[in-house]
């Protein structure tokens, strides 16, 4: 009867009498002391801060320029002020004094454009994107207001698509052996889970992309159909394309660069990557940026074992090595003052 008691009464609900429950399980506490303590903290400053100098010196090249109003430029900048719907081509030379070694990529970006407004990312239609036959022609309400057009739906409607950039470009290398264009991979430059999942074209049904896309009408702002974005190919057309791949993935700051092409290395002097010298680029100058104030800019970058532009971790350490390193100067000095010869500092 005891025993029955037991099971139901209160000490039922006491913990087990083992080394685990009653936390008689065998432990280190370490005693911090001066001569522990300061010495990690130097050692730990002086390891930050030949990590940082080691990392700052593994920092990509990078060649920065804005186009906007550079060269001819300037005159396409003032045309389309007033005609937005013109096409305007210009140049700009500029040289670099490095090269760059490996694999060189080219962005073009914006400055002062919020793609991050709520009401801006909100303006699409992901099912349209991904090919469904019912939101072709159907589209989101949150593609307002550009979702109609001449009593035809767009496609691809809302805001983000009629926004895309559309400036195109064609660089070109000035040596030893006259001049001649760079090559660049236009294919490869979306994430594969965009290209192949998240965005797809409808259907064909033994059709033509065109008449797949037929009874829609192209974004207010876009020069062609989105069937014939890239003339040049077959596969990078419809909502498959590329560049409109990259343009839908919203920045996260007003200032940002999108991922225009790779370097083709091929043989010949582009094998290593783009060799110092002048250079022109050739610019189709369609996209307007005074409405918003805008600037654009076009980005030549290498990367490291680091990744891209990151200049946040060699900082990191450094700042990190200063401030662990100003913590133990302050702590050594306390120490010596109340505490080196076995002193109590609350005397």
């Not at 022609?137 to 950039?165: H, Q, R, T, W």
Request: charged share 20%; proline share 5%; aromatic share 14%.
């Amino acid at each position: 009867m005891g025993k029955e008691a037991a099971k139901t009464g209160p000490l039922a609900r006491r913990p087990d009498n083992s080394a685990f429950m009653q936390q008689r399980l065998p432990a280190w506490s370490p005693m911090l002391t001066a001569s522990t303590v300061l010495p990690f903290m130097y050692c730990m400053s002086v390891l930050c801060l030949l990590l940082g100098v080691r990392l700052s010196t593994y920092v990509h090249f990078l060649s920065q320029m804005d186009y906007t109003e550079a060269g001819t430029c300037n005159n396409c900048f003032k045309v389309l002020q007033t005609f937005s719907d013109v096409s305007c081509k210009c140049k700009v030379v500029f040289a670099l004094e490095k090269a760059f070694k490996g694999d060189v990529f080219f962005y073009y970006g914006l400055q002062n454009f919020h793609q991050n407004l709520r009401k801006y990312m909100d303006s699409r239609d992901d099912a349209q994107m991904v090919g469904r036959k019912q939101n072709l022609k159907n589209p989101s309400s949150y593609c307002e207001p550009y979702i109609m057009d001449g009593g035809l739906p767009i496609a691809p409607c809302g805001a983000v698509a009629n926004s895309m950039f559309n400036d195109s470009f064609s660089l070109r290398y000035h040596g030893r052996r006259g001049s001649e264009p760079v090559p660049l991979y236009r294919n490869g430059i979306a994430w594969y889970t965009d290209e192949n999942v998240k965005f797809r074209n409808p259907h064909l049904d033994n059709q033509t992309l065109a008449q797949a896309f037929e009874g829609t009408t192209k974004p207010p702002y876009w020069r062609k159909p989105v069937y014939d974005l890239d003339e040049g190919s077959s596969s990078n057309n419809g909502f498959i394309n590329e560049d409109l791949i990259v343009w839908m993935r919203e920045a996260a700051f007003p200032n940002f660069k999108k991922l225009y092409g790779i370097l083709k290395r091929t043989d010949g002097v582009f094998a290593r990557g783009l060799p110092a010298g002048n250079y022109s680029l050739d610019i189709a100058y369609n996209f307007p940026v005074q409405h918003f104030k805008g600037r654009k800019e076009v980005v030549l970058s290498t990367v490291t074992w680091l990744g891209g532009q990151n200049h946040f971790l060699p900082i990191a350490y450094l700042v990190t090595s200063g401030l662990v390193m100003l913590i133990a100067i302050v702590l050594t000095v306390i120490w010596w003052k109340f505490g080196r010869k076995g002193k109590n500092m609350e005397e």
